[in-house]
C-alpha cells in the first residue's frame, strides 16, 4: 500500500496552492505518449541527475508549480535538484521509479529515494500539453523505519 500524506501548505511565492489547477483530463489519445514522455523526465532528469535536459521535457515559458517550496518557471526547480547538502550528498535524490500512472494529459509518478538523508517517497503529478509538462505538484512524506510497519 502506497499512500503519501503532507500538511497542506502555501500558497506559495507564485500563489499557487498545493490543490489548485485545472483537474479535468483531457487528450486521453495521448495517455501513453505522455506516460513515456514523463517516465523519461523523472529517469533522466530527477533519477539520472541529468538536470540541464529539463528543456527537454519542460515548457520553460509557462511552466507552472505548486509545490509549497518552489516558485513559476524551470531555473528554482533546476536549482533545488542540484542543491548539495554540507556532506557532500545531494540534498533529495530520485532513487526508484514505482509506479507511473496516466490519463490523458495527467501523469503521476510515485517515486522512492532519501530528502536529507531520510528515506523518503515522493508523489509527482504532471499535467502535459503540446507535448511538454506544463504543470507540477508534488507531495513529500518520510517513510517510516521498517520496524515500524
Known sequence: HWDNIQPRMGPNASGHSMVDGPTEACDLNLTETNRALVR??????????????ME?????????????????????????LRAVSDSGDSVMQYKTVHHVLAEGNFVLVV????????????????RLAGGKIVEHWDTVEAVPPKSTW
Open 111 to 126: 517515486v522512492e529515494g532519501t530528502r536529507d538523508g531520510i528515506d523518503t517517497s515522493f508523489f509527482d503529478l504532471y
Open 56 to 80: 527537454q521535457y519542460i515548457d520553460v515559458d509557462n511552466f507552472v508549480n505548486h509545490s509549497p517550496a518552489l516558485t513559476d518557471g524551470i531555473e528554482p526547480l533546476s536549482e533545488m
Open 40 to 53: 523519461s523526465f523523472v529517469s533522466s532528469v530527477y533519477v539520472g541527475g541529468h538536470v540541464h535536459e
